[in-house]
């Protein structure tokens, strides 16, 4: 008889083809090779002491909770935690998500705050959702401090998308820390935070942007699922286009922006739920391990 393949292979396979796409499309650029680490890759890399601690903060958050899925000081069980050390770290309000077990996925926005910005924010705490948002500087960090402020109060991931959407990979390398130093300064300024994760415009990176990364503590993220919502409004285009790409372990690709995105929001999530899927930040899909400065993520 044909050996049959796992269905965990199956994923594996899927997840693989998903994301050649992305890497034709960067290799068709003339960018440099580079390594690159799947979200699944560094949970079961991730050192002993961080999986202690992970199966101790479950633990707890288990304990904490009473059967009417509240915490045992009367709080709701999803209601933000505290975020300390000058860092933007991974929000409380979910801390109890493990990835690996639960069908994850990551939701990021790029290119924001914007206008749109405060009616996805209301979306997402209506559906008690948090998102990594990978902010730009010129007219959106410098414009909208109140929604760079409200992003990080209601448990969201703050990350880099530099400040005026440079090509890093085309610039010289004082140039290219200048786009992201910038970033991390203007968000910690507004916030106390600074950023841990950025996406490099086009997801274009090299040795020389991982380097300047590693130096910022910055890890880079890419994506496995995009909408492409800078070609189009039509929401339900943008829809059909995420949950047909999307696959555990996946990080979606999405714009506040555009006026057709936010509004495809709420019907990616409910079908995401539907379909089994906790959404998370991107933290949170790597956790117990921690993204580490200068590597790539995709899945």
């Known amino acids: 008889m044909p050996k049959q393949t796992s269905a965990a292979r199956r994923t594996s396979i899927a997840g693989l083809l998903a994301a050649t796409s992305l890497a034709l499309a960067l290799a068709l650029s003339g960018c440099a090779n580079y390594d690159v680490t799947a979200p699944a890759d560094a949970r079961a890399d991730a050192p002993a002491a961080a999986v202690q601690a992970k199966d101790a903060q479950l633990a707890a958050a288990k304990g904490a909770k009473n059967g009417d899925g509240k915490n045992s000081d009367g709080t709701n069980g999803d209601a933000k935690g505290s975020q300390g050390g000058g860092q933007a770290t991974t929000p409380g309000g979910a801390g109890d ?89 203007a968000v910690r300024k507004i916030t106390g935070k600074t950023p841990r994760l950025m996406r490099p415009p086009q997801g274009r990176t090299d040795e020389k942007v991982s380097k300047i990364s590693k130096d910022l503590g910055l890890a880079q993220v890419l ?35 555009y006026k057709g995105t936010v509004p495809a929001v709420p019907g990616i999530l409910k079908e995401l739920k539907k379909r089994g899927y906790t959404v998370v930040t991107v933290s949170q899909l790597l956790s117990p391990a921690k993204a580490e400065p200068g590597m790539v993520y995709r899945p």
Request: proline share 3%.
């Open 97 to 185: 998500v493990d990835c690996r077990k639960a069908k994850c996925v990551a939701l990021t926005f790029d290119a924001g705050p914007s206008e749109n910005t405060p009616r996805l924010l209301d979306i997402l705490r209506k559906e008690k959702v948090h998102a990594t948002f990978f902010m730009l500087g010129k007219n959106h960090v410098d414009k909208r401090p109140a929604e760079v402020k409200r992003i990080d109060a209601e448990g969201h991931e703050l990350a880099n998308h530099t400040w005026s959407h440079q090509i890093l990979t085309d610039i010289e390398p004082e140039e290219a820390e200048r786009e992201l130093s910038r970033v991390q300064d």
């Open 223 to 257: 994506w496995s699922v995009t909408a492409k919502d800078y070609q189009t409004n039509d929401s339900a285009l943008i829809t059909k286009r995420v949950l047909e790409q999307t696959e555990r372990d996946g990080i979606i690709l999405l714009h506040d922006i």
